[in-house]
């Protein structure tokens, strides 16, 4: 890969552990490019006088990226960090169907976000609130 | 360094641009327009000058029930396809240029990029936004109240 400064906007990273299927992303995305599902599960109490919890628990996380504008808004309004910019780049495939990239994929380039493994992560500029250690 | 910013009359768009073509700003950059809604529709150029390295753009506005301009071809040639692409997006008149349809086909009817143009793609094609938390495609066949998308006018797309 040729050298790009880090703030590269390449490729949006998801850390599939963070993400609480809240939609926020899928609904503030203006080219409805990424699709979620998600079920609920209940969880046991954690204490003996606790109740269950039901969470949502991420099925599917998918961008196409033949409809990506590259804006970086689900950066941004992710509440819990799930979402990132990675500066990898040249994703071109032969077929457009191809650059519908699942978690699977969005999760491998999480190694490529600058500062991630150092807990030092900044969503871009203005937002330095979100650049909490993990 | 940021551009310089004139705002003019919609009268005097043809000379400032002369006088600013005049003062060095050879390089013809962007015409477009931005719709205000009530506010009418405002108009932006923006010029370059190679040897100063100074940006300038030129800004004016014009009324919604009247959306004609003048026409700065004459100065900048290559405004000619900007002005046909404005003209055929937000539903404008230049004066003294044939703004046939550029990228439009011929028959197109409306304006894309006025704000009140309603996108067929987000009538035709399912929101994935309408999903609730914890739940799959598999869901949507439960009759719930459900979150309309944006750009949606209430009533279309209702089956």
Redesign the interface.
């Known amino acids: 890969m040729s050298e790009v400064p880090e703030r590269t906007r390449g490729v949006i990273a998801l850390r599939a552990e963070s993400c609480t299927s809240c939609m926020l992303c899928v609904r503030e995305c203006p080219d409805w490019c990424i699709e979620l599902d998600s079920h609920k599960e209940t969880v046991p109490p954690e204490t003996e006088r606790g109740r269950p919890r039901v969470v949502a628990v991420l099925d599917r996380f998918a961008i196409d990226y033949g409809l990506c504008m590259w804006c970086g808004i689900c950066v941004e309004v992710c509440p819990f960090d799930a979402l990132f910019w990675a500066p990898t780049h040249d994703h071109a495939v032969p077929d457009a169907r191809q650059l519908v990239h699942e978690r699977d994929v969005l999760g491998l380039w999480l190694a490529d976000v600058p500062g991630l493994a150092e807990g030092n992560v900044h969503d871009g500029p203005g937002v330095g609130q979100d650049s909490d250690p993990l | 360094m940021s551009d310089e910013v004139r705002e003019v009359p919609r009268e005097a768009w043809l000379t400032a641009a002369q006088a600013a073509y005049g003062e060095g700003h050879r390089f013809f950059d962007v015409l477009t327009a931005v719709d205000l809604e009530q506010d009418g529709f405002e108009l932006v150029l923006r010029v370059w000058d190679p040897e100063r390295r100074h940006g300038l753009q030129l800004r004016t506005r014009c009324p919604r029930e009247e959306p004609v301009l003048p026409s700065v071809t004459s100065v900048y040639a290559g405004a000619g396809w900007h002005e046909r692409a404005t003209a055929e997006m937000f539903g404008l008149a230049f004066d003294g240029h044939d703004t046939a349809h550029l990228l439009l086909p011929d028959r197109f009817e409306g304006h894309p990029l006025r704000k009140d143009f309603v996108l067929a793609a987000r009538v035709a094609?399912p929101?994935?936004?309408v999903?609730?938390?914890?739940?799959?495609?598999a869901d949507l066949a439960r009759p719930r109240r459900r979150?309309a998308?944006p750009g949606r006018p209430a009533g279309w797309g209702e089956s």
């Open positions: 094609k929101w994935p936004g999903k609730e938390p914890g739940e799959s495609d979150p998308p």
